[in-house]
T-cell receptor, first 112, second 114 residues
């Protein structure tokens, strides 16, 4: 069966450390993968996109890796801050219309 | 002003009632989507529309219907609401011509069916 897995348990990280979130998938061949941030009671907000032929993407303190052999993406936040606390969603673009398939998200808590 | 707006933001209704959720966008995007989100679950696609004349069912369309009144407007209807449709509903848009399907979300509608 096809599925996307993100850490279901909240991830607690000390301020200033690097937070690493995981997105694993099975039986998909995504053209690209996106990461979104969602704050409580709000809609997701796009952060980064990485294509199937890219290994790594960076944006300020954010870094995403994509390993199509392992079927895994890692999302890193360096020098984490309490304001980074949120739920982070990964989404795979699949099919001819690049429909997005969503993971359930990982809740990240950055402690001061 | 927000690019993607949803009305109402909160709604409490009773089983069997007809409900309409509305979405408007000023981004000029062709594609629009309706999702529902339940605690602990990912976003589930209800319906999507690639343009005014192209409407498609998503993975959980049963019990829902949609109308794309214009490029900027996409409404979701629950013909006869039931309690397990209690959820957070999001509208989203995307611009496929940009080369990706990056989606832009509205603020959500929290629907409670008693």
């Amino acid at each position: 069966s096809q599925k996307i897995e993100q850490n279901s348990e909240a991830l607690n990280i000390q301020e200033g450390k690097t937070a690493t979130l995981t997105c694993n998938y099975t039986n998909y061949s995504p053209a690209y993968l996106q990461w979104y941030r969602q704050d409580p009671g709000r809609g997701p907000v796009f952060l980064l996109l990485i294509r199937e032929n890219e290994k790594e993407k960076r944006k300020e303190r954010l870094k995403v890796t994509f390993d199509t052999t392992l079927k895994q993406s890692l999302f890193h936040i360096t020098a984490s801050q309490p304001a980074d606390s949120a739920t982070y969603l990964c989404a795979l673009a699949v099919g001819s219309n690049y429909q997005l398939i969503w993971g359930a998200g990982t809740k990240l808590i950055i402690k001061p | 002003d927000a690019d993607v707006t949803q009305t109402p933001r909160n709604r409490i209704t009773k089983t069997g009632k007809r409900i309409m959720l509305e979405c408007s966008q000023t981004k000029g995007h062709d594609r629009m989507y309706w999702y529902r989100q339940d605690p602990g679950l990912g976003l589930q696609l209800i319906y999507y529309s690639f343009d005014v004349k192209d409407i498609n069912k998503g993975e959980i369309s049963d019990g829902y219907s949609v109308s794309r009144q214009a490029q900027a407007k996409f409404s979701l209807s629950l013909e006869s609401a039931i309690p397990n449709q209690t959820a957070l509903y999001f509208c989203a848009t995307s611009d496929y011509t940009s080369g990706t399907d990056t989606q832009y979300f509205g603020p959500g509608t929290r629907l409670t069916v008693l």
